[in-house]
């Protein structure tokens, strides 16, 4: 099959749910891919920040393999053994200390937001449920994760919505503490927003959200879905802002590539979802977990981490030193690059470098999204950044 044959048989019989390239994926290796009719690209976008190793790591293949050979599914009403290894991973890295495993970063949010409600539930009793997050955030397409997402775009069609969200802008201390009324249990935020144009929080600013949650007793969450399992040149954002958030939750590059979502608790709130309250068919899926346990190992490395600072701040640079006219500037941290365009002119700026051979996305009013593999080569970098100036010089 070529390219259009198979996005002919995809929309032939998948739900027109999405605004695809007009490409279709056939195989990679690292961050190289190739499409149907054997165009080579250079991947900027990692699955939206999922292969996070690239393609067919060949360590990854190995675990799943052997994996699905020795057990692949048993369900959470039995032990086993892969969901306590990356668990106690990623307790022993981040120092948090207990992890729920889902599915997807909805359902990880979805389930840290029931925790929440929970845990003021036990303590306060009914009417303490309101969650504040920040306007321009996102947290997912579940009708709650969606109410909880701080765009309004996202808050049509689908009423009526779940209650007890609300938004306050991004900085702003005063509009915090006036939207902290008596029926607030938590504070959920990102830490760079992904999806909302890769915008990073203020530092200062996000630790103030986190005192004065421990002042209230909210639960402070953050979501690092997007930023999280070293992204941004830290196993998960937080450190990198000195932050000890009693509720993280985790999911796109968690098992580098393979759907997993991780909510992560400190010891005061993990006891909350007891047997019963909360669960999964899927969530801690033994494949799952053992592809989890090599992306996890490998980036949790000290010198993977400071590559992925180094390869962010080379490729920034890179592109601040095109000059192009449309870059209006870079955003972001590590392997999570906002490049600013004029408003509006990123979809069509995207899609000419996709045609290009650079894959990318898209993030926000203005910015073309880079989330390239965090084992990328320089050699494939330097390839991409190439077709990248030469998209925009044509536009100059
Ligand atoms: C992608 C994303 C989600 C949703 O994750 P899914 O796996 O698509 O459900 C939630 N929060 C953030 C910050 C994200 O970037």
């Given at each position: 099959?070529?390219?259009?044959?198979?996005?002919?048989?995809?929309?032939?019989?998948?739900?027109?749910?999405?605004?695809?390239?007009?490409?279709a994926?056939?195989?990679?290796?690292?961050?190289?891919?190739?499409?149907?009719d054997?165009?080579?690209?250079?991947?900027?976008?990692?699955?939206?920040?999922?292969?996070?190793?690239?393609?067919?790591?060949?360590?990854?293949?190995?675990?799943?393999?052997?994996?699905?050979?020795?057990?692949?599914?048993?369900?959470n009403?039995?032990?086993?053994?892969?969901?306590?290894?990356?668990?106690?991973?990623?307790?022993?890295?981040?120092?948090?200390?207990?992890?729920?495993?889902?599915?997807s970063?909805?359902?990880a949010?979805?389930?840290?937001?029931?925790?929440?409600?929970?845990?003021?539930?036990?303590?306060?009793?009914?009417?303490?449920?309101?969650?504040?997050?920040?306007?321009?955030?996102?947290h997912?397409?579940?009708?709650?994760?969606?109410?909880?997402?701080?765009?309004?775009?996202?808050?049509?069609?689908?009423f009526?919505?779940?209650?007890?969200?609300?938004?306050?802008?991004?900085?702003?201390?005063?509009?915090l503490?006036?939207?902290?009324t008596?029926?607030?249990?938590?504070?959920?935020?990102?830490?760079i927003?992904?999806e909302?144009?890769?915008?990073?929080?203020?530092?200062?600013?996000?630790n103030?959200?986190?005192?004065?949650c421990?002042?209230?007793?909210?639960?402070?969450?953050?979501?690092?879905v997007?930023?999280?399992?070293?992204?941004?040149?830290?196993?998960?954002?937080?450190m990198?802002?000195?932050?000890?958030?009693?509720?993280?939750?985790s999911?796109?590059?968690?098992?580098?590539?393979?759907?997993?979502?991780?909510i992560?608790?400190?010891?005061?709130c993990?006891?909350?979802?007891?047997?019963?309250?909360?669960?999964?068919?899927?969530?801690?899926?033994?494949?799952?977990?053992?592809?989890?346990k090599?992306?996890?190992?490998?980036?949790?490395?000290?010198?993977?981490?400071?590559?992925?600072?180094?390869?962010?701040?080379?490729?920034?640079?890179?592109i601040?030193?095109f000059?192009?006219?449309?870059?209006r500037?870079?955003?972001?941290?590590?392997?999570?690059?906002?490049?600013?365009?004029?408003?509006?002119?990123?979809?069509?700026?995207?899609?000419?470098?996709?045609?290009?051979?650079?894959?990318?996305?898209?993030?926000?009013?203005?910015?073309?999204?880079?989330?390239?593999?965090?084992?990328?080569?320089?050699?494939?970098?330097?390839?991409?950044?190439?077709?990248?100036?030469?998209?925009?010089d044509?536009?100059?």
């Open positions: 099959m070529n390219n259009k044959e198979v996005m002919a048989f995809v929309d032939e019989h998948v739900m027109h749910t999405y605004g695809r390239f007009p490409i994926i056939e195989k990679g290796k690292g961050a190289t891919m190739y499409d149907f054997g165009k080579k690209y250079i991947d900027f976008a990692a699955g939206i920040g999922v292969s996070s190793l690239g393609q067919a790591d060949e360590d990854w293949v190995d675990a799943i393999t052997q994996q699905a050979k020795t057990l692949g599914h048993a369900s009403l039995f032990y086993t053994k892969p969901m306590a290894d990356a668990a106690q991973m990623l307790c022993d890295i981040t120092g948090m200390d207990k992890v729920f495993f889902a599915n970063g909805a359902e949010n979805e389930g840290a937001i029931k925790l929440a409600r929970k845990y003021s539930f036990d303590k306060y009793g009914e009417g303490r449920a309101k969650i504040i997050t920040l306007i321009n955030s996102f997912g397409r579940t009708i709650t994760t969606l109410r909880a997402t701080g765009q309004d775009v996202f808050h049509q069609y689908f009526p919505f779940t209650d007890g969200f609300c938004h306050v802008p991004s900085g702003d201390k005063e509009a503490l006036e939207a902290i008596d029926d607030v249990c938590a504070v959920m935020i990102e830490l927003q992904g909302g144009g890769v915008m990073p929080v203020d530092k200062e600013y996000a103030f959200v986190q005192d004065i421990r002042e209230k007793d909210l639960l402070f969450i953050v979501d690092e997007q930023t999280g399992v070293g992204r941004t040149g830290a196993f998960y954002a937080f990198k802002y000195g932050l000890s958030p009693d509720v993280v939750t999911a796109k590059g968690i098992a580098g590539g393979l759907p997993m979502g991780a992560l608790a400190k010891n005061t993990s006891g909350v979802l007891g047997a019963g309250t909360h669960a999964t068919t899927f969530g801690a899926n033994p494949v799952c977990c053992a592809a989890a090599v992306a996890i190992g490998k980036i949790s490395d000290k010198k993977f981490l400071e590559e992925v600072e180094k390869k962010g701040e080379y490729i920034r640079e890179k601040i030193a000059g192009s006219k449309k870059v500037g870079v955003r972001g941290m590590g392997l999570m690059i906002g490049v600013i365009v004029p408003e509006g002119e990123h979809k069509k700026l995207a899609r000419k470098m996709i045609d290009n051979g650079l894959l990318c996305i898209t993030a926000g009013k203005d910015a073309i999204r880079l989330l390239p593999p965090l084992v990328i080569t320089y050699e494939e970098i330097d390839e991409g950044l190439k077709i990248m100036k030469n998209t925009l044509a536009e100059d």
